[in-house]
C-alpha cells in the first residue's frame, strides 16, 4: 500500500502528483499517522495572490472573504488558481500524529509557523475574522494538515507576528540575496511594495554598511498603506534615493536613473509581469540579478541579456534554506521598532493594465504576453475575462475539464487554448465530436479493435482515440451524447487508466487528460437518467461555462474586425464597415453566438456593394424578411443624374414601411426595436414621426 510520503494519500486530483501541483486535495480533518493538525489562527496570502483576489472583489471586505473562501472549498487548500500561488500559515498545534517524524519536539498547544507554501497545505476554513490589507493576512478559525516533511519554525517571543510573516513568505530570496550583497557597492531594488522593497534594502543595508548605495524604484501605481515618521526614518536609513515611476516603462526609468549598466546587484520583488527589464538593463556586466517574485517572467530575463550581450547572475525565487528563518527573525526584530510606530492608511486596489493579467484602463484589453497565451482569443468584455483567469489557471494543473455553453460560443476554442498552455502541450490532442460518431462505430472509434473483431473491420486493427493520445488529451464534444454503455466504459477509463479495444482481452493502459464540452444540461440528463452521475462527478473537475455573445456585446466589434480581417484575406477584397453598421450588429441578438456572427460577417463582405459596409447592407442581411415589405426594390433600381427623385422621401418611405412591419409582426415596441436594431426610444419616436398607430 502507498505510504503517506510528502501528503499523497491527500491528493485527490489528478493522482499521482505531489499535494502542491494537485488541483484538488482532501482537508478531512482526521490526520495520518505522521500528520499532525494545527488550528489556524492567521494566514498570510503571498502578495501577488492578495492583491488579485483584490481587484477580483473590488476591495470589497466581504467579497474578498468569500474569495478566500471559495478557493478553499474548491481546492481544499489555499492555492490561488489565477497567480498559482499561495502564502503561510500561523497556528496552535492541535494534534500529533504517532509516526510524525516531530524534529523541533512539537507538543499539543505549541504555537508554529510553517514555512511550506500554503500552495501544498490542505486546509479548511469555517470563518474569516479579519482582513489585514497592510500585510496581506488574514486572521481566521479552522484546521491545516501538516505533513513532516514540512518546515515549522515555532513562534519567537517578543516578534511581531505580522511582520515575521510577510518576511518569511519571501523564503531564502532574502537571505541569498544579504550573502551576495557582501563587498558590493552600487544596488538597485525594484518593486511594488514599499514594505517588501524595506526589507530588502534593510538586509542590504547591514550588509554593506552606510556607504553603499541602495536605490529603491517604486511603481507610481502602487499603494503605500504604511506612512508616518518612523517609516520616512526608516526609508532615510536604508534607501540613499527613492523614485516613484511607472516600472513598466523602463527606458524612462533608466533615463531617471542615469544607470545604465551601473548596478552591482539589483532585486526584483515586484509583482507585475515586465518589470525584469529594468533590472537587466541597470545591471553591469558580471553583476547579479534576483527575482524574488515568482510572477515576473524569468525566462524573458534570460533573453534580454542574449539580446544585449551582458553576462549577468540571474537568480530566481529561493525556496527552503536551512539558515533563513534565523536571518528573517532577526531582521524583524531590527525593523520592528520602526514599523510598530507607522500609520495604516486605507488600501485602495486599482484595476488597471499594471496587474497581473494585463487589464488597461479602457476595458480588459490583453497585454501582448497574455495574447501570446491566447492567440486570437477576443477578449473584451468582463464575463469573458473572468473566463479567460479560469482557463489559463486550469491549464497548469492535470485535471478533468467540463466546457459548457450553448452552440457556436467557442467551446472547442477553450479547449484548444487549455491544451496549449498545459504540461501536455507538446503530446498528441485528439478532437473528438461524440454526436457525429454513429453509435454502433464509436465504441470502435474512441478505444479501437483487434483484427477480424467485425465485419469489415481492418485486417490489422485498429488504435482508437485514445490510445492515439495517450499521453496527451483528449477532447470529447458533445459529451452529453454518448451512449450510456460508453458511458460507463469512459469511467473505467477514468478510474482505471486502462481499456480494452473491441475484440480484445489485453488491457491498453493509457494516461491521457479528458476536456470535455456540452451544450446540454447534464444534470438534468442525469435526472432523467441518460448520463451517469458518477461519471459526470469525474468529468466535472474543473467546470467552466462560456458565456452567450448577447452576454458579451462587449466583444463583438472586436470580433467582427477579427473576422473582416481573416475572410477579406481569404477572398481577396477590402472592406470597412460603418460606425452605425457595427452598433446595428452591436444591439442585434445571436441565438447562433459567435459561429452566427462569424457566418454573418461573411456574406456581408461578399453581398456589400460598396467599399464600407452600411447599415442598410446589415439591415438587408439580418432582416430579409422587412426588406420584402419595403416599397421600394433597391435590388432592381437604376439611378443616374437624370433620374428624378427625392432621397429623403424613397429612404422615408422605406424606414416608415420597416417599422410598420416590424410593429405588426412582433406586437411590443421593445421586441420591434430589438429586431431592428434600435432603442426603443427611437422607435417610438418615428412610429410618431411617420404616424403609425
Known amino acids: 500500500m502507498m505510504n503517506n510520503s510528502y501528503g499523497v494519500k491527500r491528493v485527490l486530483e489528478p493522482q499521482h502528483v505531489l499535494s502542491t501541483s494537485a488541483w484538488k486535495v482532501d482537508n478531512n480533518r482526521e490526520i495520518y499517522p505522521n500528520e499532525i493538525r494545527v488550528s489556524i489562527k492567521k494566514l498570510h496570502l503571498e502578495g501577488t495572490s492578495f492583491k488579485q483576489i483584490c481587484i477580483e472583489s473590488n476591495n470589497n471586505l466581504d467579497k474578498i472573504k468569500d474569495r478566500i473562501i471559495d478557493i478553499v472549498i474548491k481546492r481544499g487548500k489555499l492555492h490561488n488558481p489565477v497567480t498559482d500561488t499561495g502564502g503561510l500559515l500561523y497556528g496552535i498545534v492541535e494534534k500529533i500524529g504517532d509516526d510524525y517524524n516531530n524534529k523541533k519536539g512539537l507538543e499539543v498547544g505549541d504555537e508554529i509557523i510553517c514555512n511550506a507554501s500554503l500552495a501544498a497545505i490542505p486546509l479548511y476554513i469555517s470563518r474569516i475574522?479579519?482582513?489585514?490589507?497592510?500585510?496581506?493576512?488574514?486572521?481566521?478559525?479552522?484546521?491545516?494538515?501538516?505533513?513532516?516533511?514540512?518546515?515549522?519554525?515555532?513562534?519567537?517571543?517578543?516578534?511581531?507576528?505580522?511582520?515575521?510573516?510577510?518576511?518569511?513568505?519571501?523564503?531564502?530570496?532574502m537571505y541569498t540575496v544579504s550573502k551576495y550583497a557582501k563587498d558590493k557597492k552600487n544596488f538597485l531594488i525594484v518593486g511594488s511594495n514599499l514594505l517588501a522593497n524595506s526589507l530588502y534594502g534593510f538586509a542590504i543595508r547591514k550588509v554593506a554598511g552606510p556607504d553603499a548605495k541602495i536605490v529603491c524604484l517604486i511603481d507610481n501605481k502602487?499603494?503605500?498603506?504604511?506612512?508616518?515618521?518612523?517609516?520616512?526614518?526608516?526609508l532615510n536609513n536604508v534607501f540613499s534615493e527613492i523614485y516613484y515611476v511607472n516600472i513598466l516603462k523602463p527606458m524612462e526609468c533608466l533615463e531617471k536613473l542615469n544607470a545604465d549598466s551601473f548596478f552591482d546587484l539589483s532585486v526584483n520583488c515586484a509583482d507585475i509581469p515586465g518589470a525584469e527589464t529594468i533590472n537587466i538593463l541597470a545591471t553591469k556586466s558580471g553583476g547579479a540579478v534576483f527575482f524574488a517574485n515568482l510572477i515576473n517572467n524569468y525566462n524573458i530575463a534570460l533573453y534580454l541579456t542574449e539580446a544585449i550581450s551582458r553576462q549577468l547572475d540571474i537568480r530566481c525565487a529561493d525556496g527552503y534554506l536551512e539558515e533563513y528563518d534565523e536571518f528573517d527573525i532577526k531582521i524583524v526584530q531590527d525593523l520592528a521598532p520602526f514599523l510598530e510606530r507607522a500609520l495604516v492608511t486605507e488600501m485602495k486596489v486599482e484595476d488597471n493594465i499594471a496587474y497581473p493579467l494585463g487589464r488597461s484602463k479602457k476595458g480588459f484589453e490583453l497585454s501582448g504576453y497574455r495574447k501570446s497565451l491566447v492567440e486570437d482569443f477576443i477578449?473584451?468584455?468582463?464575463?469573458?475575462?473572468?473566463?479567460?483567469?479560469?482557463?489559463?489557471?486550469?491549464?497548469?494543473?492535470?485535471?478533468?475539464?467540463?466546457?459548457?455553453?450553448?452552440?457556436?460560443?467557442?467551446?472547442?476554442?477553450?479547449?484548444?487554448?487549455?491544451?496549449?498552455?498545459?504540461?501536455?502541450?507538446?503530446?498528441?490532442?485528439?478532437?473528438?465530436?461524440?454526436?457525429?460518431?454513429?453509435?454502433?462505430?464509436?465504441?470502435?472509434?474512441?478505444?479501437?479493435?483487434e483484427k477480424g473483431s467485425f465485419t469489415g473491420a481492418n485486417s490489422a486493427g485498429k488504435k482508437g482515440y485514445f490510445e492515439l493520445a495517450d499521453n496527451g488529451i483528449i477532447f470529447l464534444d458533445e459529451i452529453g451524447d454518448l451512449p450510456p454503455d460508453l458511458q460507463a466504459k469512459l469511467l473505467?477509463?477514468?478510474?482505471?487508466?486502462?481499456?480494452?479495444?473491441?475484440?480484445?482481452?489485453?488491457?491498453?493502459?493509457?494516461?491521457?487528460?479528458?476536456?470535455?464540452?456540452?451544450?446540454?444540461?447534464?444534470?438534468?440528463?442525469i435526472e432523467e437518467k441518460k448520463f451517469r452521475r458518477d461519471l459526470y462527478y469525474r468529468l466535472n473537475v474543473f467546470p467552466i461555462r462560456v458565456p452567450t455573445l448577447d452576454e458579451r456585446k462587449a466583444e463583438i466589434p472586436a470580433l467582427v474586425e477579427y473576422f473582416m480581417g481573416k475572410y477579406m484575406d481569404k477572398f481577396g477584397i477590402k472592406r470597412t464597415i460603418d460606425e452605425d453598421a457595427m452598433v446595428c450588429l452591436k444591439e442585434c441578438s445571436w441565438p447562433g453566438n459567435i459561429r452566427e456572427l462569424e457566418n454573418v460577417v461573411q456574406r456581408l463582405l461578399i453581398t456589400s456593394r460598396d467599399e464600407?459596409?452600411?447599415?442598410?447592407?446589415?439591415?438587408?442581411?439580418?432582416?430579409?424578411?422587412?426588406?420584402?415589405?419595403?416599397?421600394?426594390?433597391?435590388?432592381?433600381?437604376?439611378?443616374?443624374?437624370?433620374?428624378?427623385?427625392?432621397?429623403?422621401?424613397?429612404?422615408?418611405?422605406f424606414e416608415k414601411n420597416i417599422i410598420q412591419y416590424a410593429c405588426e409582426k412582433h406586437g411590443s415596441t421593445r421586441k420591434a426595436a430589438k429586431a431592428i436594431g434600435i432603442s426603443q426610444t427611437q422607435l417610438v419616436r418615428k412610429k410618431s414621426k411617420y404616424n403609425i398607430i
Open 612 to 653: 464600407t459596409i452600411s447599415v442598410l447592407d446589415v439591415m438587408k442581411e439580418l432582416h430579409t424578411d422587412l426588406f420584402e415589405k419595403g416599397s421600394v426594390n433597391f435590388e432592381d433600381a437604376s439611378f443616374d443624374e437624370t433620374s428624378r427623385m427625392n432621397l429623403d422621401e424613397m429612404v422615408g418611405s
Open 129 to 173: 475574522t479579519k482582513i489585514d490589507m497592510a500585510y496581506n493576512q488574514v486572521d481566521v478559525e479552522g484546521y491545516a494538515i501538516l505533513f513532516d516533511e514540512f518546515p515549522i519554525v515555532k513562534r519567537p517571543e517578543g516578534v511581531p507576528l505580522n511582520l515575521l510573516l510577510f518576511a518569511f513568505d519571501e523564503s531564502g530570496t
Open 222 to 234: 502602487s499603494e503605500v498603506l504604511l506612512k508616518g515618521k518612523s517609516i520616512d526614518l526608516l
Open 492 to 525: 473505467r477509463v477514468i478510474q482505471d487508466g486502462e481499456f480494452y479495444r473491441v475484440g480484445g482481452t489485453e488491457p491498453i493502459k493509457t494516461n491521457v487528460r479528458i476536456i470535455s464540452a456540452t451544450n446540454r444540461n447534464l444534470e438534468k440528463l
Open 379 to 449: 477578449c473584451e468584455s468582463r464575463a469573458m475575462t473572468t473566463v479567460l483567469d479560469e482557463i489559463l489557471s486550469v491549464a497548469k494543473y492535470d485535471c478533468n475539464v467540463l466546457i459548457t455553453g450553448d452552440t457556436g460560443v467557442g467551446k472547442e476554442k477553450v479547449a484548444t487554448i487549455i491544451q496549449k498552455n498545459s504540461n501536455r502541450r507538446m503530446q498528441p490532442f485528439v478532437k473528438i465530436n461524440c454526436a457525429a460518431i454513429s453509435e454502433n462505430l464509436i465504441e470502435s472509434e474512441l478505444f479501437g479493435y
